[in-house]
């Protein structure tokens, strides 16, 4: 069974918005701290945001105030909100579960990763 599934990513204009989604199996969000990364054509895969299980939120410099993480437990759900996009926001965004401890940007903490979703925005 796939821990953790993203949907939501397409084809947005510069200035649009989209909402990314990412569900996950079993207990594996439970009690555990979700981030997204992405990663841009060419480029490596970065940090963007992440949450805890009560909801303290992080993020990337390059995304505060356009970039709302969040996350509903009872649906086993994290979101994001993603609002005036650029075109430098074209990359796959992949969610990830960090089990253990340790700072939330660092990808090679995370457990388990999606399969990532492509957000692609146009000029």
């Known amino acids: 069974q796939v821990p953790l599934i993203e949907s939501g990513g397409g084809l947005v204009q510069a200035g649009g918005s989209l909402r990314l989604s990412c569900l996950g199996s079993g207990g594996t969000l439970s009690k555990n701290i979700v981030g997204w990364f992405r990663q841009a054509p060419g480029k490596e895969r970065k940090f963007v945001a992440a949450?805890?299980?009560?909801?303290?939120?992080y993020y990337d410099d390059s995304v505060k105030g356009r970039l709302t993480i969040s996350r509903d437990n009872a649906k086993k759900t994290v979101f994001l909100q993603m609002s005036d996009l650029k075109r430098e926001d074209t990359a796959i965004y992949y969610c990830?579960?960090?089990?253990?401890?340790?700072?939330?940007?660092?990808?090679?903490?995370?457990?388990?990763w999606g399969q990532g979703t492509q957000v692609t925005v146009s000029s």
């Open positions: 990830a579960v960090k089990v253990g401890s340790g700072d939330y940007s660092l990808q090679w903490l995370y457990d388990y």
């Open positions: 949450i805890s299980w009560m909801s303290e939120t």
